[in-house]
């Protein structure tokens, strides 16, 4: 799992208007190749009285799912330019699709190419970043005398305090950056003067919107 990487929301769109052309971006988090092309081609049922519902995505983790459409646009000038935006922009799991409606002016290639890269820009730009930070969940169980000032120093620290179990003991689940693991643990014990039990739990990834 990598320790974060940069996505979008789970969905958005956004239109602009370019020498009479409608472009309409439509963004969506897809996980499987298969979620991509379900997106793809809803978007094309929903606006199949477009002239141009061009298309690009990028899956996994390392970036191995890369494809792109012109769905009729001049070769190179749609898909790629779009896919190019994913790539600069460091995007994973994220497929985009454009619609566009001919209002009458030729753009030529580079304006094509311009336009198809601005749709995506600002799709995404009003669906939102997030990135997806790889967290630890570590859980602190000490005696109920030693509550009040761990939780203090918790909730004034850079880690997250999740949940708070009151059992024979309590149970403090604390999520950690996976980099940061050690440095946690250490702290924990000299705050506790070494009296705290820690325990590793689950990895997940935490969202932050940027």
Not at 145 to 154: A, P, Q, R
Not at 159 to 184: G, P
């Amino acid at each position: 799992m990598l320790e974060s990487y940069y996505t979008v929301n789970p969905r958005g769109s956004e239109e602009i208007t370019i020498q009479k052309s409608r472009f309409i971006g439509h963004i969506k988090r897809c996980e499987t190749e298969d979620e991509a092309r379900n997106f793809i081609q809803s978007i094309k049922k929903k606006y199949n009285d477009a002239n141009h519902n061009c298309s690009a995505y990028m899956i996994g983790e390392h970036d191995l799912i890369q494809k792109a459409n012109d769905d009729g646009e001049p070769s190179g000038t749609a898909g790629v330019p779009m896919l190019e935006v994913l790539k600069k922009m460091e995007l994973k799991d994220t497929a985009v699709v454009v619609t566009r409606y001919f209002g009458g002016i030729k753009l030529g290639a580079g304006g094509l190419i311009r336009a198809y890269s601005s749709s995506v820009s600002e799709a995404i730009k009003a669906t939102g970043l997030v990135k997806r930070q790889l967290i630890q969940t570590i859980k602190v169980i000490v005696d109920y005398s030693m509550l009040g000032k761990l939780e203090n120093e918790i909730r004034n620290s850079s880690y997250y305090m999740d949940t708070i179990h009151y059992l024979e003991k309590v149970e403090i689940d604390v999520k950690v950056q996976t980099n940061q693991t050690n440095a946690f643990e250490t702290w924990i014990t000299d705050l506790t003067s070494g009296q705290a039990d820690i325990k590793q739990g689950e990895r997940s990834y935490m969202e932050i919107s940027l």
